[in-house]
């Protein structure tokens, strides 16, 4: 197991957490330890990786500020699991009140092979709430000897009487970036070629976690010599960016025939609806990052994709991104149980691309504002009601209209914009007659 392997072994190998390491580095310099410590955060981002290190450098004779030298016999005790003065429970398959019964007898006596007993206690939410009052107790006046390492990936499951007990420290994601290091630093040392976004994509897929990262990889140098985004996306099944970025164009330029003519494509090819829903919210979140921050170092993607969605999106405004990003998470809750997806999916696509049905964007009322600015400035044609007749009043005759104060109403030839709107309308119902 990859992950297995290259665990990090000492600080200094911990990819991502630096504040913790901050104040854990201190504390290992000192010598001076809290009784207990609970580890919250994502999964994957070092929390027993890190739990291990501590209480390898709290018991090692030669430790240093990067933590345990991990020769020494402490460190080898530790290592090879085989002192029960070290004790390492999972929580997820022990997690009754006998289970920390068993544990809390043993933390009366004093260490016998390392200077202090360490209890580690992973997945500690799983605990039932007799086993987390059972543990309450100890926590609160624990022996001198013991140390208690609890790590979490959900804390607002913990009791607040253990959460108040416990020094706390959060694991952020680890960020792409650094994932990305860490992948290239193991492929170069199993001398395997690769392709840089590929490394890229596999941290993408991550999301945050090392070990995630770590696995997915070792799947797919498995299968390949060479490690190329085309078999990152074969293997993981993954649909192209470059297709959300094209459905999404057909949205904002409202060309529902296009979008739609590309879901047939992608229906066609049988990749997951899901996935695409997934990958064009993905696209949406980028987006409005770009659009937000104007910075494009704040996406991490190819520099072909950040200059594309940059120009998209910048025919939108905030808002409009905003409301298709409602659009696909209602739609990505409504097609986890949907007998039709594809259905779905295509209606969802021609709502996104009529502009009738969201809130007018205030880029769409300026552009409207603009071209009856222009109208008005080149002048026009003015149809008016009286009681029992109408009359069409040449623009260069307005003035005869003020005069008269008897305007009823003033029917101002369409926009092109709902012209286009109802164009876009006809086509779309046309089309979707083939498939309902
Ligand atoms: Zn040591």
Request: net charge negative.
């Amino acid at each position: 197991m990859l992950y297995a392997d290259y665990r990090p072994t000492n600080l200094k190998e911990v990819v991502g957490q630096e504040q913790n390491l901050v104040t854990l580095r201190e504390q290992i310099k000192i010598q001076k330890y809290d009784s207990a410590y609970l580890f919250n955060g994502h999964r994957g981002t070092g929390k027993t990786s890190i739990a291990r290190i501590l209480s390898r450098s709290i018991c090692c004779i030669s430790t240093t500020e990067d933590g345990p030298c991990n020769v020494c016999q402490s460190c080898k005790t530790i290592l090879t699991n085989s002192t029960l003065d070290f004790v390492e429970l999972d929580a997820a398959s022990h997690s009754s009140i006998n289970d920390i019964k068993e544990l809390i007898s043993s933390t009366q006596y004093a260490p016998t092979v390392l200077s202090r007993k360490i209890y580690i206690i992973d997945e500690v939410h799983n605990l039932s709430s007799s086993a987390f009052d059972a543990l309450l107790k100890t926590i609160e006046e624990p022996p001198a000897h013991c140390i208690f390492i609890l790590c979490t990936t959900e804390l607002h499951k913990i009791p607040a009487t253990i959460k108040s007990r416990c020094s706390i420290y959060q694991f952020s994601a680890i960020s792409i970036s650094a994932i990305s290091e860490r992948l290239i630093l193991v492929l170069n040392e199993l001398n395997k070629d690769f392709e840089i976004d590929a490394i890229n994509l596999i941290a993408k897929q991550a999301d945050g976690s090392m070990r995630d990262a770590l696995s997915i990889m070792e799947k797919l140098i498995i299968s390949c010599n060479t490690l190329t985004i085309k078999h990152v996306k074969t293997i993981l099944c993954l649909m192209d960016d470059e297709i959300s970025i094209q459905i999404l164009s057909s949205i904002i330029e409202r060309e529902g025939i296009k979008a739609i003519e590309l879901l047939k494509t992608i229906y066609g090819e049988g990749k997951n609806l899901a996935q695409l829903v997934d990958n064009l919210l993905q696209t949406l979140t980028d987006g409005v990052v770009l659009y937000s921050s104007k910075d494009m170092t704040s996406v991490y993607n190819t520099e072909t994709y950040k200059a594309t969605l940059y120009n998209l999106v910048n025919e939108c405004d905030i808002q409009q991104l905003f409301w298709y990003i409602d659009q696909f998470c209602v739609l990505r809750e409504k097609i986890r149980n949907s007998l039709n997806p594809y259905m779905d999916v295509m209606l969802y696509i021609i709502k996104c691309c009529n502009s009738k049905l969201f809130n007018e964007s205030t880029h769409d009322i300026l552009k409207r504002l603009s071209a009856l600015e222009n109208q008005i400035t080149e002048g026009m044609n003015v149809q008016i009601e009286y009681n029992s007749s109408t009359e069409i009043i040449s623009k260069d005759n307005i003035t005869e209209v003020e005069e008269k104060s008897i305007i009823h109403n003033i029917d101002i030839e369409q926009s092109e914009d709902v012209e286009a709107d109802e164009n876009i309308e006809a086509e779309v119902l046309s089309l979707l007659s083939d498939y309902l």
